[in-house]
């Protein structure tokens, strides 16, 4: 089996109107039968910098969360070593992506993401990816799809 095909979608923030000087609406993913998630964060237009964008955890879901260590942007370093940096004006259309080993994690992963305040603010779409499943997702729902089409 292709490994991709052992994987879960999740709709965290989906493309919606520009956000300024506000946090956004975020889903957070119950992470139960699945051993890794990758968060992948993509701006749109920018024109101020984001004043948050961090991982959260917690054993109880809407409640609890609490800031995971080494997934926090603007002081946590990245793979290559480097302190990362919160996304700024010049960001737009980038990724910033969240690897997460979930064997050592809690339950409950959620993303606190807040827009600074500029002009217009910051369009921003977040996806959650979970795989490793213990137990592979076999049909369009179990994936988090509304179609899934394989050749």
Same mark, same amino acid.
């Given at each position: &089996? +292709?490994?991709?095909? +052992?994987?879960?979608?999740?709709? &965290?923030?989906?493309?919606?109107?520009? /956000?300024? +000087?506000?946090? @956004?609406?975020?889903?957070?993913?119950?992470?139960?039968?699945?051993? @890794?998630?990758?968060?992948?964060?993509?701006?749109?237009?920018?024109?101020?910098? &984001?004043?948050?964008?961090?991982?959260?955890?917690?054993?109880?879901?809407?409640?609890?969360?609490?800031?995971?260590?080494?997934?926090? &942007? %603007?002081?946590?370093? !990245?793979?290559?070593?480097?302190?990362?940096?919160?996304?700024?004006?010049?960001? !737009?259309?980038?990724?910033?992506?969240?690897?997460?080993?979930?064997?050592?994690?809690?339950? @409950?992963?959620? /993303?606190?993401?807040?827009? %600074?305040?500029?002009? +217009?603010?910051? @369009?921003?779409?977040?996806? %959650?990816?979970?795989?490793?499943?213990?137990?592979?997702?076999?049909? /369009?729902?179990?994936?988090?799809?509304?179609?899934?089409?394989?050749?």
């Amino acid at each position: &089996m +292709n490994p991709l095909q +052992n994987t879960k979608l999740i709709s &965290m923030t989906p493309p919606a109107a520009i /956000v300024d +000087n506000a946090s @956004y609406t975020v889903a957070e993913i119950d992470t139960a039968g699945f051993d @890794y998630l990758n968060i992948i964060c993509q701006l749109g237009a920018t024109d101020i910098a &984001m004043t948050a964008l961090t991982v959260t955890e917690s054993d109880t879901s809407g409640s609890g969360h609490a800031d995971v260590t080494g997934l926090i &942007m %603007g002081t946590s370093v !990245d793979i290559d070593g480097t302190a990362s940096v919160l996304p700024s004006a010049t960001d !737009d259309n980038k990724f910033v992506s969240f690897d997460i080993d979930l064997r050592a994690r809690k339950r @409950y992963i959620d /993303v606190t993401a807040t827009a %600074g305040d500029g002009t +217009n603010g910051t @369009y921003l779409t977040i996806i %959650g990816l979970l795989s490793r499943a213990k137990q592979s997702p076999n049909t /369009v729902a179990e994936r988090g799809c509304d179609t899934v089409l394989r050749v």
